[in-house]
């Protein structure tokens, strides 16, 4: 049964408290500072009621939506919301983001573009998440624009919102640290909780015809087959023992805990990218486990500290480094490891413990049944097992 309008809004506007919350709890875990979120009201009106909250300078995101919500909404950061925002990404000094907050300018503003919009890339990557994992209908999220300074004179021209379209705005205050709170908003235009129409009668059969379809031909092959003369089972011959076969046979009665490495190379879940890779470097180490040595709460790599760094922190583009590149080295580690943890027992047999690997990759933590961390297993210490 096809969901109605009103149960659309209704749940949209309820999971858009879990999105504001969740990203507030992504913020914290990559830099480390303590932000809350709170609704303050739900509102319908018009671009006019929305100017009343935000007469200065304001940060508007547009964002797509398929799915359940379609067409595009908007979140809004206002001009204290912003330069937060924007200071928090670039690490700026307490005293510096205070003043922009009161006094600060568009062209200021236009300046920290790049922390802003990456702001609202993180705020919307957070709403697509929450709206995946809790609508079965949703598709995707995806930021198509970010306008910087006053909206209001021509909101169709600037965001590409009608001044005469019905909205839905809910308002959140945040506070993050020992900042002043600030406001943001999230805006349905009331078209985007349409539903889309039910599947015609003629497109509702079509499947059940393919279904007939293929039942035919698999009766069809069934026959064929059937009628197929056998062919004579080959006999099998036992394979002699040699001590290449005994090798093998050895090799595969080995058991997680034979062949995990057991040096393994700690760090805290509050330790940033740079030292991670510090860390990484200095000792060799393929990956990382962050936790506590008797509680492993995610897995970092290589490969993850390189990802979560800028590409303009490399020597080839140094050139065109800028402050929120830097910043990317203070991010914690607790907001890119993997988790939750792939945990195999000593006693998992070999076969199980690759299985795995070649499934999930990365590597497996070999726990005890108390939960006490004993070591790793990789692709790596297969090899080196082998190869022995």
């Known amino acids: 049964m096809i969901a109605t309008q009103t149960d659309i809004r209704t749940e949209t506007l309820r999971l858009a408290t879990d999105a504001f919350e969740a990203f507030c709890a992504d913020i914290e875990a990559m830099f480390g500072i303590g932000i809350k979120c709170q609704t303050k009201e739900q509102q319908s009106g018009n671009a006019d009621s929305l100017q009343k909250h935000f007469k200065k300078l304001c940060a508007v995101n547009t964002v797509k939506a398929q799915g359940a919500v379609n067409g595009s909404f908007y979140l809004l950061l206002g001009q204290e919301a912003l330069f ?21 300018t ?60 019905v909205l839905n705005a809910c308002f959140y205050e945040l506070t993050a640290g020992e900042f002043p709170p600030f406001e943001c908003c999230v805006v349905f235009p009331e078209s985007v909780f349409v539903p889309e129409p039910e599947a015609t009668t003629e497109e509702k059969t079509q499947e059940p015809e393919s279904a007939a379809v293929k039942e035919v031909v698999q009766n069809n092959a069934v026959e064929n087959s059937q009628k197929q003369p056998q062919q004579p089972v080959a006999s099998i011959n036992p394979i002699p023992a040699s001590g290449e076969n005994v090798k093998v046979f050895q090799i595969l009665d080995l058991k997680a805990l034979d062949i995990m490495n057991s040096d393994i190379k700690w760090c805290d879940p509050g330790c940033t990218v740079e030292k991670a890779m510090e860390q990484m470097q200095q000792t060799r180490a393929d990956y990382l486990l ?9 897995v970092v790599a290589m490969s993850d500290l390189s990802a979560a760094m800028s590409i303009y922190l490399r020597p080839m583009f140094a050139k065109w480094k800028r402050e929120l590149d830097e910043a990317t080295l203070r991010i914690r580690v607790q907001a890119i490891m993997s988790k ?48 022995r």
């Open 290 to 298: 962050v936790g506590s040595e008797q509680k492993a709460q995610g």
């Open 106 to 165: 568009e062209s200021q503003a236009q300046a920290m573009s790049d922390a802003i919009k990456e702001a609202g890339n993180l705020l919307v990557g957070t709403w697509d998440r929450v709206f995946r994992e809790n609508v079965p209908s949703h598709k995707h999220f995806l930021q198509t624009g970010t306008f910087i300074g006053n909206p209001w004179q021509n909101t169709e021209k600037h965001i590409g919102l009608a001044k005469d379209a």
């Open 340 to 387: 939750p943890v792939r945990c195999v027992l000593p006693d998992t047999p070999l076969d199980v413990v690759a299985e795995k690997i070649v499934r999930l990759g990365g590597c497996l933590v070999v726990m005890d049944i108390n939960g006490k961390t004993l070591g790793i297993v990789t692709s790596k210490d297969f090899l080196t097992r082998f190869l």
């Open 84 to 104: 937060t925002m924007a200071g928090i990404f670039v690490m700026l000094p307490e005293k510096k983001i205070l003043e922009s907050r009161k006094f600060g």
